[in-house]
């Protein structure tokens, strides 16, 4: 089946420091989205995207949609501690629907002061 | 707007109890997805409705599990009998179209732990 492998899994940075993150498919994908799930909380979607070749902004958050359509980054620039969560690559490669949505396992965000 | 409400935020049972999750979704959303979070498989579709008709369920991992949307403003997600490995987060979700420009609402789950 299709699989989503997203790296790192982890990340210890210093405030301030930017982050990069990524995700790779084994399959070409129709969209992208980036969703942040902070302590305690469900997933809060970030950005999306849609297009390959595709570059959106959100804040201090950054997205492109890789030109292959197998992969993804997001980057957080001047990090501060509430950018502390789970971060979640989600994609799909077939039909609109949210259905045929699959998760990345996640890049868990420390940032020290 | 209340968000997605789920309940109970934590269920700690003993293995072959019954457990169910609730869930409301946000009005006016015609779509609703349980989701179950775990460190080994990540975050993994159950099943998903529309208007409250269960459209897909073959993310559902037994027959021990079941989920019913009786009406457009409450689910529930059931598990008899449970079993330790069910031990998870479970996410309900909701979005107004089932198209992926429509954004996922996520609830703030119901931690499962079955003994």
């Known amino acids: 089946g299709q699989q989503l492998n997203q790296s790192p899994q982890s990340m210890f940075i210093q405030e301030g420091e930017d982050v990069s993150m990524n995700c790779t498919s084994s399959?070409?994908?129709?969209?992208w989205l980036w969703y942040k799930q902070d302590p305690g909380e469900g997933p809060v979607l970030l950005i999306a995207l849609y297009k390959a070749g595709e570059l959106t902004s959100n804040g201090r958050l950054t997205a492109q949609f890789g030109i292959t359509r197998k992969d993804s980054f997001l980057n957080i620039s001047a990090s501060i501690p509430s950018d502390v969560g789970i971060y979640f690559c989600a994609g799909q490669s077939r039909g609109g629907s949210q259905g045929n949505l699959i998760f990345g396992k996640g890049t868990k965000l420390s940032v020290k002061p | 707007d209340a968000g997605v409400i789920q309940s109970p935020r934590h269920e700690v049972t003993e293995m072959g109890q019954e457990v169910t999750l609730r869930c409301k979704p946000i009005?006016?959303?015609?779509?609703l997805f349980w989701y179950r979070q775990t460190m080994m498989r990540g975050l993994e579709l159950l099943i998903y409705f529309n208007n409250n008709v269960p459209i897909d369920d073959s993310g559902m991992p037994e027959d021990r599990f079941s989920a019913k949307m009786p009406n457009a403003s409450f689910s529930t997600l059931k598990i008899q009998p449970s079993e330790p490995r069910d031990s998870a987060v479970y996410f309900c979700?909701?979005?107004?179209?089932?198209?992926?420009?429509?954004?996922?609402?996520f609830g703030n789950g119901t931690r499962l732990t079955v003994t």
């Open positions: 009005s006016g959303h015609d779509y």
């Open positions: 399959s070409i994908f129709n969209t």
């Open positions: 979700a909701s979005s107004l179209t089932g198209f992926l420009r429509s954004p996922l609402h």
